[in-house]
């Protein structure tokens, strides 16, 4: 089992929905990121969090340490939303990342 | 926070030949640099970490000559893919911790490499 599972791998919405995607963890973590990565490759930080919620524009991140998850939404989205996201999470131990596999997103017009 | 230059963001290069890709530190120091490659499909795995100075440490599996790593310099650390094959076409990413994060970390933008 990764350390670091993301859930849903794969997430077609249409545009305007309210979009959810899941990170879940198994390790005890100093931190996490949030970060988007470009159908071109390029990859984007959204957000660090150690604790509650932070939110930027349509972005928002909550992280429950206790419960190993983190959220990240996207409200009124928007085609170019579309990216793949991913989660990783720096562990408490070594302070090494450990990645999550990413949750691809599509939005349709 | 603080900011990482990659470069370049996209190379397609010849079987055989060598590609170098660039991370710069533009507004701190990175004493230490980390190195990741994105299998398809997969998530992100650290290849090596690049000390200033010293010599990288590789994680196992990785080839030393393969991927040469260089930290001559407290904002400069590059990678060489050598002698390239179709199979290291990938993308490759590298951070480093950002001091002005506590232990977060700040991400070049990443390098997507094709190997023809």
């Known amino acids: 089992k990764n350390e670091v599972e993301q859930s849903p791998q794969n997430l077609t919405a249409q545009e305007g929905e309210f979009i959810t995607i899941n990170c879940s963890y198994s390790v005890g973590i100093s931190a996490l990121h949030w970060l988007q990565q470009h159908p071109g490759g390029g990859i984007v930080s959204l957000f660090m969090?150690?604790?509650?919620?932070k939110k930027h524009g349509r972005l928002i991140a909550t992280i429950n340490i206790q419960e190993k998850h983190s959220s990240l939404h996207i409200t009124a989205s928007h085609p170019r939303d579309s990216a793949v996201y991913i989660c990783a999470v720096i562990g408490s131990a070594d302070y090494q990342l450990i990645w999550g596999a990413g949750t691809k997103l599509i939005i349709k017009p | 926070g603080a900011v990482v230059s990659q470069h370049p963001s996209w190379v397609i290069c010849k079987s055989g030949t060598s590609v170098k890709i660039e991370c710069r530190s533009l507004d701190f120091q990175a004493t230490t640099m980390f190195w990741y490659r994105q299998f398809p499909k997969q998530s992100l795995m650290l290849m090596a970490t690049s000390n200033e100075g010293s010599k990288a440490t590789y994680e196992q599996g990785v080839e030393k000559d393969k991927f040469l790593i260089n930290h001559a310099s407290l904002t400069l650390s590059t990678l060489t893919v050598t002698s390239a094959h179709p199979e290291d076409s990938s993308f490759y990413i590298c951070?480093?911790?950002?001091?002005?994060?506590?232990?977060?970390?700040?991400f070049g933008s990443g390098t997507r490499l094709t190997v023809v």
């Open positions: 951070s480093a911790r950002d001091p002005s994060r506590g232990h977060g970390y700040t």
């Open positions: 969090l150690s604790s509650g919620k």
